[in-house]
């Protein structure tokens, strides 16, 4: 599965490691997160990230 990073902070969403602090579980890809998901960091939209390689 691929990582994002947030433009605004550079926070990288690992969907191995989830998003715990947001109720996000491992395993759960960048595509499957809810359309309002916020960077835990810095409150960006999921619309802010790109892939990160």
Do not use: Q
């Amino acid at each position: 599965m691929e990582r994002y990073k947030c433009s605004v902070c550079g926070f990288i969403y690992n969907p191995e490691e989830g998003d715990i602090s947001s109720g996000i579980e491992p395993g759960i890809s960048f595509s499957d997160l809810p359309s309002d998901y916020l960077c835990p960091v810095c409150g960006a939209g999921k619309d802010e990230f790109f892939v990160y390689d």
